[in-house]
């Protein structure tokens, strides 16, 4: 089997579970030594998972950097699991010291830091909690920048080197939520800005969102498991159009595999649209395209405007 990334090290921060977990497997699949970080080991994980418990609850979830770690190992990769919280700069200075200690070099960051699902609350602005949402900033923006302050210089020292910013959608039309939109919004401009500076040491940077996952959490959300997902399409119809995380771990092998991604460095990509171009799909042979579904069966949607349109969407008014 073809690996295009033998050899290659890849950090993906936030590598527990979902998107990250998605990423760091087919990096693996690819060929990769993956870093996988994060806050969640066997050791603090409950032995038994409450299930009637608020599935969004991470302090619940099951899922482990060490199990990700050993998904990546079993698909043709090294997975190395790394306990690390990233809003902490002497554990994430700590993880790049280890990885340039053991490694000597490092060709992809990946950057999927959230930790916000518990702390997200769809309601108007100045209704919110103050507190979550400063900490949902502190999470998912500061742990970035961090992350990548660390990364930067030993991708510097070989001169090359691929930062991938995980987000939430393509636009710019409003999200919904203040804070969660302040937090998505923010990571695009980081890669932006990332690749603005990277540039002249051939290290490139993208934003990329995936559609609608089918995370572990989503499918406890639901009631179902990837063996029956589909069952749960007659509560959402919207649901048809879901992902694996592998398949925006697809996404990012493709990106690390574009001799060309410099043309591509400081803009924001979605999954739907880079499986076509490159000609990847999701582990059932499926390209998905939530906003392709979301334009045929919701006419009035308006992508750079989707304010009001999300509330309803979502049942949230």
């Not at 340039?100 to 960051?109: N, R, T, V």
């Not at 999470?139 to 001169?159: D, E, Q």
């Not at 989503?218 to 159009?241: C, H, I, S």
Request: proline share 4%; hydrophobic share 40%; with cysteine.
């Amino acid at each position: 089997m073809k690996q295009p990334l033998q050899g290659k090290v890849a950090v993906v921060g936030g590598a527990t579970r979902g998107t990250g977990r998605g990423i760091a497997c087919e990096l693996g699949a690819a060929g990769a030594i993956v870093y996988c970080t994060g806050r969640s080991t066997r050791e603090n994980r409950k032995a038994v998972r409450d299930k009637k418990a608020n599935p969004f609850d991470l302090s619940n979830r099951p899922e482990t950097i060490d199990e990700t770690a050993e998904m990546v190992t079993a698909r043709g990769g090294q997975g190395i699991a790394v306990q690390v919280d990233h809003t902490i700069p002497e554990q994430v200075q700590s993880l790049f010291q280890r990885v340039e200690q053991e490694q000597g070099k490092l060709d992809i960051l990946v950057n999927d830091v959230w930790g916000g699902d518990e702390l997200t609350e769809w309601k108007p602005f100045w209704e919110s909690s103050l507190e979550k949402g400063l900490l949902m900033i502190e999470r998912a923006v500061h742990s970035h920048i961090i992350t990548a302050h660390y990364a930067t210089p030993l991708m510097i020292k070989n001169k090359r080197g691929l930062i991938v910013e995980i987000t939430d959608g393509n636009h710019y039309g409003y999200r919904g939520m203040f804070y969660y939109d302040l937090v998505k919004t923010s990571v695009i401009r980081l890669a932006f800005m990332l690749a603005t500076e990277l540039k002249k040491y051939k290290i490139s940077a993208v934003a990329l969102t995936p559609g609608f996952i089918r995370s572990e959490a989503m499918l406890d959300y639901f009631g179902v498991t990837e063996a029956n997902w589909q069952d749960a399409v007659k509560k959402r119809p919207d649901f048809g159009e879901s992902e694996t995380p592998f398949y925006t771990g697809r996404a990012v092998v493709a990106l690390a595999t574009d001799r060309k991604i410099v043309k591509k460095s400081g803009r924001v990509f979605a999954a739907w649209d880079l499986g076509p171009e490159y000609g990847f799909t999701d582990v059932d042979g499926r390209q998905p395209n939530m906003k392709q579904w979301l334009m045929e069966n919701m006419p009035h949607w308006q992508w750079k405007t989707c304010d009001e349109t999300f509330y309803e969407y979502w049942g949230l008014k």
